[in-house]
T-cell receptor, first 116, second 113 residues
């Protein structure tokens, strides 16, 4: 398995532009998580899905952020319009659901977003 | 929701010595406590985890202990080596399920040669 795949690896955009981050979870994993990492706030959970259904989006900072999971192998995180304070590394992670013997997260390589 | 506190934020030890990182959590229903290692510019990677029905778990030079009564858990690294230098994160799950890990702020472990 190739692991959790994120694209792009780096994104530089101008303030006000729309940004779309993509994630392909590990095949067979039915939970998917979006995290944001900054020096000041560490790793913050933004939203997670279980069986493609959003379960908890309380970590999404504002209405400018939205996430979708149209099928079991793909998810997007969209920021519209982007602002400089959105600059961070965005990680996607996947895992098996509760009750399974091994449900540790596997993180993707992350997308480093810079909004100028 | 869950709150995870991690200490220290930076830890410098001599190569060959032991390192201990401590975390506390707030949700008594949490039952899964993983530790992640993140090297500079890379993804966090799971190194060891423990569930609430176990008090201690060991994997070669790494061990984790859990005290559910006091709601704290610790990572122990023995015989530290230069490649152990990284940022280490503890985490706890929310409300007894596997969903939504809450992470500590991380500990930057520096191994001095």
């Amino acid at each position: 398995d190739a692991g959790v795949i994120q694209s792009p690896r780096h994104e530089v955009t101008e303030m006000g532009q729309e940004v779309t981050l993509r994630c392909k979870p590990i095949s067979g994993h039915n939970s998917l998580f979006w995290y944001r990492q900054t020096m000041m706030r560490g790793l913050e959970l933004l939203i997670y899905f279980n069986n493609n259904v959003p379960i908890d989006d309380s970590g999404m900072p504002e209405d400018r952020f939205s996430a979708k999971m149209p099928n079991a192998s793909f998810s997007t995180l969209k920021i519209q319009p982007s602002e400089p304070r959105d600059s961070a590394v965005y990680f996607c992670a996947s895992s098996l659901a509760r009750g399974r013997p091994n449900y540790g997260y596997t993180f993707g390589s992350g997308t480093r977003l810079t909004v100028v | 929701g869950e709150n995870v506190e991690q200490h220290p934020s930076t830890l410098s030890v001599q190569e060959g010595d032991s390192a201990v990182i401590k975390c506390t959590y707030s949700d008594s229903a949490s039952n899964y406590f993983p530790w992640y290692k993140q090297e500079l510019g890379k993804r966090p990677q799971l190194i060891i985890d423990i569930r609430s029905n176990v008090g201690e778990k060991k994997d070669q030079r790494i061990a984790v202990t859990l005290n559910k009564t006091a709601k704290h858990f610790s990572l122990h690294i023995t015989e530290t080596q230069p490649e152990d230098s990284a940022v280490y994160f503890c985490a706890a799950n929310e409300g007894g399920g596997a969903d939504g890990l809450t992470f500590g702020k991380g500990t930057h472990l520096i191994i001095q040669p």
